[in-house]
């Protein structure tokens, strides 16, 4: 009697057996282990959540069927769905009912499932069924090969990434890693390689990741029992861009689990596109296996943008921004910024809040004037109690607020930004920028940091917002 379930299971697989393809047939059906029959009801044991919402995003009418064939009219499938409890080593198994889905959905919210992985940033897990092309690749649409300026500083790592773009997996740069100093452009180029894949081929998945955003989604994946999700997730993309993978430095468990990811996407000739401050052999805390898969493919660096690609740069930004300035004026910028796109456009922007601000000509004077004032700023001479204020009075929430300790989510926005600003043009360390906030420690400081610098890349309304403020302090400063 009881072995009465797996005999009945049995005889189910075997008609399912003929009625999938073999490699579907022992990836989703070989793992399912038949637990109890109680009436008509047989419950069956799935490995997670994500198994279990592929079953019924593609198998659920074979498998009434099935049950039906075997058990009559009225027969019921329940699941129990083991839950991973990564680390802590015990799996609490779940029960939901096939049939009335509602509960289901029900009870996945009990449990807290499907993931949340991070406040603000979109949840890249919208599984059900995950279908490929449901996936929000996460690209900024406005970072394209047409406004990557092309020089002589980025001229190898541009055509690596338009042949990665045209022929995702299929060329020998793979991985193809870019690597460089701050506000090169390495983003820019690698969401335009992703935005080109999109353009050309509808059917590939592509995301991009900052490896910070990673990080975390793994250690929530680890913490909420849904890591085999996570892991399945990862291995079902066909272009993965992972930004920054500076962060993984000291990140044992997460080199782990990137190792394994990196190595079943490229077997499988997936493509991955990374981007790095440095060069791979300059990597410190990298585990020596996941360096030498880093070297695999291309290495390309994006050096410091020769003066008339600099100046290129300005006039296109110009060209999109409507404005324009003498060409004694751009070559004055150009000369003084030359080691920082992201530089370079800040002090364009400085020059475009002036001329609206002034409603008159920028001419060369005025621009000495203001670059003066800009290296000055960035030669670090504004005060921490500055930035709060203004950011406080930004966002309508007070500097009290900003240092106490409410996590609410526009307060914890306003705090980072302002560490970040204070971190960006101030010279005070990460320690005593935790002081201004409340007595917060240095990797509170850097967090925040690392957490701007990610939205700024991926959320257009916060770009916004921060260079807006960008503006506003240097306005007020000058
Ligand atoms: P990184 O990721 O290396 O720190 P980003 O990709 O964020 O740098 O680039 C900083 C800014 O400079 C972005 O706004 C980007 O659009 C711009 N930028 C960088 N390189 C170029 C380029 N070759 N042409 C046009 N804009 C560029
Ligand atoms: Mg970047």
Known sequence: MSEQHETVWNKCIQTIKDNVNPQSFKTWFIPIKPMKLEEKVLTIQVPSQFFYEWLEEHYVALLKKTLEKELGAGSKLEYNV???????????????????????????????????????IRNPFIIPGLKKLNIDSQLNPSYTFDNFIEGECNRLARSAGYAVANKPGGTAFNPLMIFGGVGLGKTHLVHAIGNRIKEISNTKSVLYVPSERFINQYVDSAKNGNYNDFLHFYQMIDVLIVDDVQFLAKKEKTQEIFFQIFNCLHQNGKQLILTSDRAPKDLKDVDERLLSRFKWGLSADLQNPDFDTRVSILEQKMYQDGIKFAPEVIEYVANKVDNNIRELEGALISLIAQASLNRKEIDLDMTKKMMKNFVKNSSREISIEFIQKLVSDYFSVSVDLMKSKTRKREIVQARQISMFFAKQLTQASLKNIGMYFGGRDHSTVIHACQTVNDLIDTDKKFKSDVDELTKRIKINTY
């Open 82 to 120: 083991i839950v991973d409890n990564t680390g802590a080593g015990t799996s609490r198994p779940y029960t939901v009912n096939m049939p009335t889905r509602n509960v289901t959905h029900n009870n996945k919210n009990e449990m807290g499932m499907p993931i949340n992985l991070s406040n603000n």
